[in-house]
């Protein structure tokens, strides 16, 4: 794969003629004289200040993190949404003393998930989208693993991670033993996969027109709630998933629920090992090439190459590094939470398309997505 860090001869040419004013500016962002002088200086005290905050939340980050922990667990968006509420009212609904209260909203205010109106409290701009928004309460909850997994980062980063929380609660890449896979923790991350389910599946079905496609095959497809939505969008589609064999019992129980039984094939078994079902023109990867090391991920496009017909394509789907104006969630955030993992990696489109290339994909093209922060796409032809 191409190292993200390869530069072509215009940004080493651009480099080289930068190097001393790019220098320059940097020695003076260190000085503290220079800090000081900009704050002070009325047409730069704006961006020194803009600097200073940003700085600041870099430091804090973790702070507003479980501050928001606390309003999902107490069920404070919920609460605000029956109606504005006083300090009194909310003390006695949230059990906490008025002190205690006070602080959780002030810090909610600071955070704009909560806003005060006259003597009541409301919801704020951020929290008025999580309410009964259960994908990001959920992403939220489950966030105690990485927190745990993340508090020696610089053991991460050596490979010497005493704890494993993140590892543990995805069983399935300690791939020499698909059987560590049990019922309970497949129960536990395909819940919380199906919960975040409604952040992508419409972007995804938006963006990516299914109209003249017959068979729609979902590998390493969970418990089937994105074709759920395929199923409910396109009457004609028949849905067949492809999951571990625990997973895949769990699709066919929701299949069942849904009403889609009679159009739904489930297929369990390791994309890695096993055979992959023939016959769909249509075979997507959602949220599932992230997941693993190139080597596997070439694998497991060899494969779906085989199970493809001659006219079918393969659309992948996932949150990728590199989004423009979201470089934080594939950059930082994914890139350490897979670390975390213990395998995959974020990848950026280009680096997604060169495996394609390698597995033999033709025709392959980004497919715009309306929240490249939450998912972006590209189809490849077989
Ligand atoms: C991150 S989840 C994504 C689930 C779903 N596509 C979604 O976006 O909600 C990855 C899925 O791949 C499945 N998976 C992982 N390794 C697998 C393997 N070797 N064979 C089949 N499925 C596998 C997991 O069981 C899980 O359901």
């Keep these: 794969m191409a190292s993200a860090g390869a530069m072509s001869w215009w ?34 005290q704006w961006i020194a200040r803009r600097r200073a905050k940003g700085l600041f939340d870099l430091v804090a980050g ?28 909310l003390s006695s609904r949230l059990s906490l003393k008025p002190d ?13 998930l909560v806003e005060r109106r006259g003597e009541s409290y409301a919801l704020g701009s951020l929290g008025a989208p999580m309410v009964g928004n259960t994908a990001i309460a959920a992403m939220v909850e489950h966030h105690a693993a990485l927190y745990a997994d993340l508090r020696d980062p610089v053991a991460l980063l050596r490979g010497e991670l005493s704890n494993k929380a993140l590892s543990e609660y995805w069983p399935y890449t300690a791939y020499e033993d698909l059987q560590a896979v049990d019922t309970q923790r497949a129960a536990k991350y395909s819940a919380l996969m199906s919960a975040s389910q409604p952040l992508i599946a419409q972007d995804i079905l938006d963006a990516y027109p299914m109209q003249h496609h017959k068979n729609i095959l979902d590998i390493g497809g969970g418990e089937g709630t994105f074709l759920c939505s395929v199923g409910a969008r396109h009457a004609h589609l028949r849905l067949g998933l492809f999951d571990l064999p625990v997973v895949a019992q769990r699709a066919q129980a929701k299949f069942a629920a849904h009403n889609l039984q009679d159009r739904a094939q489930v297929f369990g078994g390791s994309f890695l090992h096993d055979d992959l079902p023939q016959g769909h023109d249509l075979i997507s990867l959602v949220r599932v090439l992230f997941d693993h090391p190139d080597e596997q991920v070439l694998k497991l496009l060899a494969a779906v190459r085989l199970a493809l017909p001659p006219q079918g394509t393969l659309i992948v789907a996932e949150p990728m590094a590199g989004a423009k104006g979201a470089e934080t969630m594939g950059d930082a955030y994914f890139n350490f939470y897979l670390m975390a993992m213990g395998h995959g990696r974020s990848r950026t489109q280009e680096q997604i398309k060169i495996l394609l290339q390698k597995s033999g ?10 929240m490249p922060l939450q998912v972006q796409m590209i189809s490849a032809s077989h």
């Design 100 to 112: 205690a209260t006070e602080r959780l909203l002030n810090a909610a205010i600071a955070l704009q």
């Design 62 to 89: 973790f702070v507003y993190s479980q501050v928001l922990l606390a309003c999902v667990r107490l069920n404070l968006f919920d609460i605000l949404h029956e109606t504005p509420q006083s300090l009194a009212a």
């Design 11 to 44: 940004q080493s040419q651009w480099l080289r003629q930068w190097h001393r004013p790019l220098a320059l500016r940097d020695k003076l962002l260190t000085s503290p004289d220079f800090q000081r002088w900009a704050s002070d200086f009325p047409l730069t």
């Design 361 to 370: 994909f033709t025709r392959i093209k980004t497919v715009p997505t309306r």
